[in-house]
């Protein structure tokens, strides 16, 4: 037989005897009379047989079958003039396609059929071929995304543009289900949203002058009447969409899914094919279910279901005979649909397991064994589409019998060992979009899906806490309500058992691509899928993006559960077989496979940087680790030069992405292969050797391992033999040689973590918006309720708005609580859980076994980290409240070993990348957020837990300081003053929505809202960091300071901006961007006070101790910026407090009480909880400086407001400081509408906010003024009048006591240590300062 090719123009077998004259017996075993009988049954005369009939009917043998079977299939078909006629109504070629040469607008993507088509512009349009102007015709739309999309109809003088479209111009008309609007030029309110999966059917009726249109088969009545018609006016099919919207066409080309009667399609069907084509089904089923009796002579009629191929002469050549004609006809697409797709569907009507209805297998065997190759491929190609479409696109119904029935028969082909073969090789990734077939689609209008009748009793939470939170098990549900909740769960688990039959098959489909035992028709199947896998993975990871290549993520999430279930079970079963291989429980993936070059990661980014940098500097490495050497020359030739040529040379080889066919584009295949990276070239070509231990260096004996492309691998290659160690060459010393069954395995779970990081993770997000839907919907129902009961009797008015609205959310709810359920079951089950957790334990088991080779811990893709955060993150917040964690198995080993990995790696030196950096960083800040994520911190071993907080507490230059300081501040919340908050006390009080922690903190997420549970443990460990290394301690703390005066100074420079464009006559609005910077440097502001109240707290020594060579430059510059907080957010009628009164969407958390209670909260430390010398220090220093005013203190308790100019600071000859905090304060705003003006707003008082500050917090603060004012009397008496020649000339606030060597300036200490800290140059005379001395005042004589 010939393998390649395709078409008419090849040959095929002729099985018509050669002669006439062979006697009967030539025919095989059964004589002549029983010959003619069996032929006479099998090929039936068109008119009724009787016994009269049959005992006059001519002799029939194999000599006379030709010309007898062409004469049955000639009979009834229409001569050749009749078929050429044009059909009255319709102008135009057939077949009807895309008119991809001028009948377009904009930039598109056309499918190679020119039937499939993807929007590349802002709003392309594309009409068809063929028009029609008189008579009822229809073609149907398969909508595979729900976006911003206009089908319908329009004339030849239809001019469109990149903003007008189909039914924006006269002449044309249109339905977008969308917006859920008709278009002629205006638009109203048409029809139902449709979803992708859905069918649209248009249709015209240019007798009665309507159009109407069908969503899957149902009429949403007519959507225009009274269209233009008469001479000149012919309707073309048109569409228009935006970008990355596609659709797929179908005129006629294939039977329609949803025919209208009275109807044509647009192209006419191949009415005389499919009549041969059933006819011949006919003779193959009669065939099927005959039997012959040698023996008696006779033949017997048996069920078609027993039939099997058992080489009968007799049957076989009839069945030739059949095939001769029935072959061409399954060549095409249409006749495949309607005649052999029906067939076999009809042959597991039956029910039961594939397994059970052996007759495809043999009739799949018939095929190959009596068809050409090429029409046996083209064949199940067809086939095999025509199953995807049908499933695809299938309604949904409450027990998913379509899809069932198109997955059993999608089973029952890939079961035939041969055809699965050629399907894998050829079709299933490379033409299909395979994936669909393991992705059940998301009901969007739920009564159409039955779910009404699956989940009769709705339910949704009814008890919220304080917080808006919905609260798991209320103890004061009613017995109603417990009713309806049970009723409701007992749906939800009916559709689970129903989805699950679903998942089933297409977990049984995995498992026949991933069988490694069919060998003795070449490469075993597994060995095809992992290559196609792999090209399936590139083309995603490489083309972001690319409307052609991308698989949707709502199809990668369920490709990844029933993938993860698949190799899961095929690990399982391998290692029952291998003595001493691990189960899945333990898998991970060794870490030779990322740097050995036998798995391709295309351009992923390494920990380490570029791979091709990488093999530069770790060859030694490798060479002394891993045994492997790279080639020196392979590594020359990956040099950009080579590169460069490189591409010239391989550019003729390369498939185009996409190809201009006249002035459109025609779209490649899904899943053809992408032009490849230069990254990805030269990750392929460096060549690795193993080298013998035993050797030395100098001389290693190398193995050349071959680079080859993907498809080109062999199952030697993937698991080794005689030696080989296949994907696990050069094992690292560290590595344990445990056998694994399986290694082609590994690969694939490989591939399995590459998916979630492609895009399932951001799908788990994107579809928890249901379930806040359903959270929102239902606190407004409450409240709603709320309101009826309190509304009066008398305001019937109100009542009735009461009541609609009322009416509006418990609908919305209804309808949102079954998707949700949908939902649940889908992506959001136990089951669905425990994969991603499975995913979670190979990510950290991975990296566990990186870290342990040392520094080729490097080549570890970036992925691998990633997955591991946002496994946990999906885990923690996606997923449904009754999938508990806890229930999880090894959960709290699993929280220590991934809290180990963030602790250690977000300050590790072998990574090098900022954003996986930062990604560390703000999951470990994300971890410390939660009592039991922060004990498993806890739990990790000493060593670690104190090197942690040593990298914690390096000086923030250089490296993401906020989310640092956000770990500080989460570790102290709870003990801090006044700071046992959960959301802003501030905003509890009047707007509770909006009580939500600072910006900063809300990018956090949920973490953002946890209850305060600080850590006591690493508390400790900070501290006595702190206090042993005196040289960190300073950089850090002036890290902190100098990351405070920034802050603060940009928010009072950002405020100061938008009181003036608030003050300005004219209308202004204040960038919402400029708003959030400004919310942020608050927050950033506050959350610095903490680490530093922190540490006066922990560490007081570090700024009373002046012992310590910082200790009081620290002391003296910490009052600077208290002093300057203070009197910025204190003073009366300032800056701050109209800012605050604007009451602006966005700096909802600026308010007095976070900033002021946290300055309080390091004032009381150094003032009051001290011993009586440091206290005194503390109080010399805040009152010593410039800035002190004694109100700013009094007005924490609500004393200040008349005493703004009372108490003047100590020193009233000091200048005022010069500060990057300085600003002018604005002139007082008008009062907005329901504003509180700043002469009738009351005073911030610490006695307003008893509920978050204790009283032994509040007695605190009444000892620091007394002291502080007692302190203030008796400094201003005792001070003497300072000459102005003996103060500092920099400050102008202290008496000069220092003098800089060798030039003799002089200033105060406070200055002149402040400014050595970044500067050895003099103030003065930029001389190099050697040395600072004491100065004092020599005694006037």
Same mark, same amino acid.
């Given at each position: ?28 075993i ?5 010959l ?13 047989p009787g ?35 044009? +059909?009255?109504?319709?102008l135009g ?9 001028s ?14 088509v ?11 071929t ?12 398969l ?16 001019r ?10 006269p ?15 205006t638009?109203t ?119 099997r ?60 064994l ?12 067809q ?14 119904i ?58 009769p ?9 304080k ?17 309806r ?7 939800c ?11 089933e098959?297409?977990v ?17 199947s597994?060995?095809i899928f ?30 990844l ?12 079963e ?51 680790k891993?045994?492997i ?8 030739? !990956?040099?950009?030069d ?7 040379s ?22 053809s ?18 080298? !013998?231990?035993?050797?030395p ?24 033999s ?41 799908q788990?997000g ?123 198995p ?17 300050a590790?030196?072998?990574i +090098? ?5 930062d ?84 990018d956090?997420s949920?973490a953002?809202?946890q ?13 006595q ?18 990351q ?24 202004n ?24 109240e ?35 957010? !204190? ?7 109209r ?14 009480y ?41 007005h924490?308790?609500?004393?200040g ?35 509180v ?8 008082s610490?006695?307003a906010?008893s ?13 620091m003024?007394?002291?502080l ?18 103060l ?41 300062i050697t ?7 020599? !005694?006037s004589?």
């Open positions: 037989m010939s393998s390649k090719g395709g078409g008419t123009a090849l040959s095929r077998r002729n099985y018509r005897l050669s002669s006439d004259t062979d006697k009967p017996k030539s025919t095989g059964v004589n002549e009379k029983l003619s009988d069996y032929l006479h049954h099998v090929f039936p005369s068109p008119s009724k016994p009269a009939l049959a005992s006059l009917r001519k002799s029939l043998a194999f000599q006379d079958l030709g010309a007898h079977l062409e004469t049955l299939l000639s009979e009834g078909e229409r001569t050749e003039d009749s078929r050429d006629q044009p +059909v009255e109504g319709r070629p057939q077949p009807v396609v895309l008119d991809h040469t009948g377009f607008e904009g930039l598109l993507f056309v499918d190679d059929d020119l039937l499939g993807i929007g590349h512009s802002n709003f392309s349009s594309i009409r068809a063929t028009c029609v102007y008189k008579g009822k015709w229809a073609y149907e739309v909508i595979s995304s729900q976006g911003l999309m206009q089908i319908g109809w329009c004339t030849l003088n239809c469109f543009n990149q903003e007008e479209g189909v039914g924006d111009t002449d044309s008309y249109a339905y977008d289900g969308n917006r859920v609007r008709k278009w002629n030029v638009t309110n048409y029809g139902k949203s449709w979803a992708a999966g859905d069918i649209v059917s248009c249709l015209i009726d240019l007798d009665e002058a309507t159009i109407t249109f069908c969503l899957n088969g149902q009429s949403l009545g007519t959507a225009f009447s009274d269209i233009k018609i008469g001479p000149g006016v012919a309707y073309f099919p048109a569409i228009s969409l935006s970008f990355k919207e596609s659709v797929a066409f179908n005129f006629g080309s294939r039977p329609l899914r949803y025919p209208v009667e009275g109807y044509l399609p647009l192209q006419d069907p191949p009415t005389a094919d499919l009549t041969k084509a059933h006819k011949l089904l006919g003779y193959i089923k009669n065939v099927l279910s005959t039997a012959i009796d040698i023996q008696e002579e006779r033949f017997l009629e048996k069920d078609c279901s027993l039939w191929l058992k080489g009968e002469p007799t049957v076989l050549i009839t069945l030739a005979h059949i095939f001769n004609h029935f072959a061409p006809l399954m060549c095409k697409v249409y006749l495949v649909e309607d005649v052999l797709m029906n067939f076999l569907l009809g042959i597991l009507e039956g029910g039961g397991s594939v397994d059970e209805h052996p007759l495809i297998q043999q009739l799949l065997d018939l095929f190959w009596l068809m050409e190759d090429y029409e046996v491929n083209e064949c199940l190609q086939l095999m589409m025509s199953l995807l479409r049908a499933y695809r696109f299938s309604p949904i409450p027990d998913l019998g379509f899809q069932i029935h198109y997955l059993r028969l999608t089973t029952a082909i890939l079961r035939h060992e041969k055809s699965r073969k050629y399907l894998l090789s050829n079709v299933l990734f490379d033409v299909l979009r395979s994936v669909v077939f393991f992705y059940i689609k998301t009901p969007l209008r739920v009564k159409e899906a039955g779910l009404e009748e699956l989940i009793t709705t339910w949704w939470p009814t008890h919220f806490d917080e808006g939170k919905d609260e798991r098990d209320p103890k004061d549900e009613s017995s109603d309500e417990r009713l909740r049970r009723a409701y769960e007992r749906g688990q009916r559709l689970k058992k129903r989805i699950e039959v679903v998942e098959l297409q049984q489909i995995l498992r026949l691509l991933l069988n490694n035992k069919d060998k003795t028709t070449g490469q075993a597994r060995y992992l290559n196609k896998f792999r090209k399936f993975l590139q083309e995603n990871a490489s083309n972001r993006g690319h409307p052609t290549a991308l698989c949707p993520p709502e199809y990668m999430v369920c490709f559960h029933r993938l993860i279930t698949a190799v899961r079970a095929c690990w399982d391998g290692s029952r077989k291998s003595l001493g291989s691990t189960n899945s429980e333990a898998a991970y993936v060794p870490p030779q496979i990322f740097y050995n070059g036998k798995v391709d990661y295309f351009d992923l980014q390494r920990l380490g940087g570029l791979l091709s940098h990488l093999k530069k500097t770790l060859k030694d490495d490798l060479a002394s891993a045994n050497i790279i080639d020196p020359a392979e590594i020359q030739a !990956t040099s950009m080579d590169l460069d040529e490189d591409e010239e391989g550019a003729a080889q390369r498939p185009f992405g996409a190809v201009a066919v006249g002035g459109a584009l025609a779209r490649p295949s899904w899943l292969s992408p032009t490849l990276g230069r990254a990805n070239r030269f990750l392929s070509t460096a060549a690795v050797s193993l080298m !013998t231990p035993r050797r260096l100098s001389q290693p004996e190398k193995v050349k391992i071959r680079t080859l492309a993907v498809e080109n691998r062999t199952e030697e290659d993937i698991e080794g005689h030696g080989n160690d296949g994907l696990l060459l050069g094992r690292p010393l560290e590595e344990s040689d445990q056998p694994m069954a399986d290694k082609s395995l590994l690969e694939i779970i490989d591939g399995i973590v590459m998916m979630y990081n492609l895009s399932v993770h951001q788990l994107k579809m928890v918006v249901v379930a806040d839907d359903v959270h929102e919907y239902a606190a407004a129902l409450k409240d709603t309720e709320e309101k009826i009961a309190r509304c009066p009797a008398g305001r019937a008015d109100i009542m009735e708005e009461l009541h609609k609205s009322q009416k509006v959310f418990a609908e919305k709810l209804n309808h949102l609580s079954r998707r949700l359920a949908w939902i649940n079951a889908t992506i959001y089950s136990k089951e669905k859980m425990l994969d991603v957790y499975w995913l979670l334990c190979v990510c950290i088991r991975t990296i566990e076994h990186a870290d342990n080779t040392g520094s080729l811990f490097a080549f570890t893709p970036e992925l691998y980290l990633n997955v591991a955060m946002n496994a946990y993150s999906a885990l923690k917040n996606y997923f449904s409240p009754s999938c508990s964690m806890d229930e999880l090894g959960y709290e080993e699993t929280l220590t070993q991934l809290a180990a990995i963030l602790s250690k790696h977000f590790d030196p072998r +090098v990348g900022t954003d996986i950096k990604s560390l960083m703000q999951a470990l800040a994300s971890y410390v957020c939660y009592p039991q994520s922060l004990r498993a911190v806890e739990r990790i071993p000493e060593e670690q837990r104190v090197a942690m907080m040593r990298n914690l507490l390096a000086p923030y230059e250089q490296r993401p300081w906020a989310q640092t300081n956000w770990i500080l501040v989460r570790l102290w919340r709870g003990c801090g003053f006044g700071y046992r908050y959960t959301r802003l006390p501030h905003l509890l009080k009047t707007k509770p929505e909006d009580a939500n922690l600072p910006s900063l903190q809300r956090l949920i953002s809202f209850k305060p549970c600080p850590s006591l443990l690493l508390q400790r460990h900070m501290a960091l702190l206090s042993a290394d005196k040289d960190m301690a300073a950089s850090f703390l002036n890290s902190v300071l100098n405070l005066n920034w802050a603060f100074s940009e928010f009072i420079g950002m405020i100061q901006e938008i009181q003036q464009a608030a003050e300005r006559p004219e209308r609005f204040v960038d919402t961007r400029q708003l959030k910077v400004c919310a942020t440097c608050f927050d950033l502001s506050v959350s610095l006070l903490r680490v530093l922190m540490t006066v707290t922990l560490v007081p020594e570090i700024f009373l101790d002046w012992l310590r060579p910082s200790a009081e430059l620290l002391l003296r510059r910490l009052a600077q910026l208290l002093n300057q907080v203070l009197n910025r957010v !204190t003073a009366e009628k300032n800056l701050f407090d800012v605050v009164n604007l009451r602006l969407p966005g700096l909802e958390s600026v308010d007095h976070p900033i002021l209670v946290a300055v309080t909260g390091i004032l009381v430390r150094v003032l009051v909880d001290g011993d009586r010398q440091g206290t005194c220090r503390a109080a010399s220093v805040l009152l010593s400086d410039p800035c002190f005013q004694l109100h700013s203190i009094q924490l308790l609500g004393d407001g008349d005493s703004c100019g009372s108490a003047a600071p100590p020193t009233t000859t000091a200048r005022a400081v010069v500060s990057s905090l300085a600003s002018s304060v604005a002139p007082p705003l008008p009062s907005a509408p329901g504003a003006g700043p002469l009738d707003r009351k005073h911030f610490l006695h906010y509920d978050y500050i204790s009283q032994e917090e509040k007695q605190k603060v009444e000892l003024l007394a002291f004012t007692e302190e203030s009397q008796q400094a201003a008496a005792s001070t003497a009048p300072t000459s102005e020649d003996d500092c000339p920099i400050c102008y606030a202290h008496s000069i006591s220092a003098i800089f060597k060798p030039c003799s300036h002089k200033s105060c200490k406070a200055c002149i240590n402040q400014h050595l800290m970044n500067n050895k140059d003099c103030f003065f005379c930029k001389a190099t040395a600072v001395d004491d100065y004092c005042k020599p !005694t004589s």
